[in-house]
């Protein structure tokens, strides 16, 4: 009889010890889950970011093919347009595919500088225009990096990865024409003043 207790004791016991085994596995499965859906929301969050990003390149660009003065600027301008609209779409599929949202307006600094450059005189908006374009191009490089380098979804990886050039001629392209821009701005102060 004791024999047959110290078996049903000895039975339980390595029930239970099962159990906290199953416990612990599921604990690291738990675990393992929620790494996962942290790595997922920072692709995520980036796929939020660009999206901002590009519908401010697109609404910040429009805004400049109307009141800018020069044809380089409203170049510019339009192949930004164009460009973030394409990059845009894919973004779109990839959110579309994965559920993810997506920014459903530009972001509070770039609401700010739409807000700023529409209040702009006329005779300074394109180089704000354009050195706003400068600083935007900058960051969004470095957010698109950062994905392209860390982002643990591959397709969106790839898609940071395959947008960088275009981001980067927009940049180069950017600083040559803020260059002309301020130059342009120069001489027209020295006209004034005399």
């Given at each position: 009889m004791k024999r047959m207790k110290m078996l049903v004791v000895l039975a339980a016991l390595g029930g239970l010890c099962g159990l906290t085994g199953?416990?612990?596995v599921a604990d690291d499965k738990d675990k393992k889950e929620d790494k996962?859906?942290?790595k997922m929301s920072a692709d995520?969050?980036?796929a939020k970011k660009a999206s901002a990003c590009g519908m401010a390149g697109v609404n910040l660009s429009q805004l400049a093919m109307v009141r800018s003065r020069d044809a380089a600027v409203r170049q510019f301008a339009q192949q930004?347009?164009?460009d973030h609209t394409n990059v845009n779409r894919a973004l779109i599929e990839w959110a579309n595919r994965k559920q993810a949202p997506l920014a459903r307006t530009m972001d509070e600094k770039h609401q700010k500088m739409f807000e700023?450059?529409?209040k702009t005189d006329a005779n300074k908006f394109d180089r704000a225009y354009m050195e706003g374009m400068v600083k935007a191009h900058e960051e969004a490089i470095k957010l698109f990096e950062t994905e392209s380098k860390d982002g643990k979804d591959e397709a969106l990886k790839a898609w940071a990865d395959k947008a960088l050039p275009t981001l980067k001629k927009h940049l180069?392209?950017?600083r040559d024409v803020s260059k002309k821009t301020k130059g342009e701005d120069?001489?027209?102060k020295?006209?004034?003043d005399r």
């Open positions: 199953l416990s612990a996962k859906e942290d995520r969050e980036f930004i347009v164009n700023e450059l529409s180069e392209t950017a120069e001489k027209r020295d006209t004034s």
